[in-house]
């Protein structure tokens, strides 16, 4: 029988895939009108796990490491593998020492090697760390090319409608996201607000991070001088337009970085709900009707390849031995 995967945003179309690719026939069905809609969709698209382990547990680190590889694979020559910089200005050195003592991976930098990495940002930060083993890509192109590579491997996708009854179906994985709030245990919504600038006089080869006090930014390069800026984290669900509060911070800290940034165009702006455990951490569960992908917090990207794995490694299992059973 076929296995239900609710949603199709990162999470919903790495299980999917992973599925697919053990011969399992899959249907995804997606409220929305379109893949990735949700929290996806405003992404920054790091997989950078020695960065992000200086907030968060040791499994974010371990089962980050497998990202880039799994995206390489999934959507070839997408994962651009430049590294991530992370800078502070001098009066937050201590912020900087902070940070590289929660993390690893990393090289110090001084004045003249960073300008060799980023000659953009010459003589404008005179410390910094380098990830040289990270990479980024851009979320949107990752998620219409699995969802490609899923159709092409026999997945069935249905936008627009709710999923159907859950006993036609030989399983179910929710990767509904924030759309599961309240249905599961524990589970609550983080708004995340970013925005897009697109300037012909700053580049940029990699994401850099600016750490700050109050509102540390990271920006992340897509190319053809458009930077993704984010991203705020507020302990709200409150879905609506990014605030004033918000885009003065997340310029201010770009102008910071570089003040070319103060003439770049805002081209787009967003407001995401990121689905979080209290731990923040991503896990996958089991529920009445199989399995929920869930919680994926600011790890999307990063943790949805190796939950994805995991879920249908189960599912093969479970699979095979119904097919002994009814032999």
């Not at 547990?57 to 590294?83: F, K, M, Y």
């Not at 699995?146 to 709710?162: D, K, M, N, P, T």
């Not at 570089?258 to 770049?264: R, S």
């Amino acid at each position: 029988m076929t296995v239900l995967v609710k949603g199709a945003g990162v999470a919903g179309l790495a299980t999917a895939l992973e599925l697919a690719r053990r011969g399992i026939p899959v249907e995804v069905v997606e409220r929305r009108a379109d893949i990735g809609l949700g929290a996806s969709h405003w992404a920054g698209g790091m997989l950078a796990p020695c960065c992000e382990r200086e907030a968060a547990e040791e499994i974010v680190l371990t089962s980050g490491l497998l990202a880039a590889d799994w995206w390489d694979e999934a959507v070839p020559g997408l994962v651009q593998r430049q590294g991530t910089l992370v800078l502070a200005n001098p009066r937050d050195l201590a912020d900087l020492k902070r940070f590289a003592n929660r993390t690893r991976g990393l090289r110090w930098l001084g004045e003249e090697e960073i300008a060799e990495l980023e000659p953009d940002l010459a003589g404008r930060i005179g410390t910094g760390l380098f990830f040289a083993e990270e990479g980024h890509l851009d979320p949107r192109q990752a998620l219409r090319g699995i969802y490609q590579a899923a159709r092409q491997l026999g997945v069935s996708f249905r936008f627009g409608e709710e999923a159907g009854d859950a006993r036609d179906y030989a399983s179910v994985v929710d990767c509904r996201g924030p759309q599961a709030i309240g249905e599961i245990d524990g589970l609550r919504g983080v708004r995340g607000e970013m925005l897009y600038l697109e300037t012909g006089d700053v580049t940029l080869s990699r994401p850099v991070r600016l750490l700050h006090p109050r509102h540390p930014l990271y920006i992340v390069p897509r190319g053809n001088g458009l930077f993704m800026l984010g991203a705020t984290m507020i302990e709200t669900e409150d879905d609506g337009p990014i605030t004033a509060r918000s885009m003065m911070e997340l310029l201010n800290t770009a102008y910071a970085l570089h003040p070319a940034f103060a003439e770049a165009r805002i081209v787009e702006t967003g407001t995401g709900i990121r689905p979080a455990f209290p731990d923040n951490v991503p896990r996958l569960i089991e529920t009445p009707e199989g399995l929920a992908v869930a919680g994926m917090h600011r790890h999307g990207f990063l943790m949805a390849p190796a939950l994805a794995r995991e879920a249908a490694e189960r599912l093969t299992t479970t699979h095979a031995s119904e097919k002994r059973r009814t032999a």
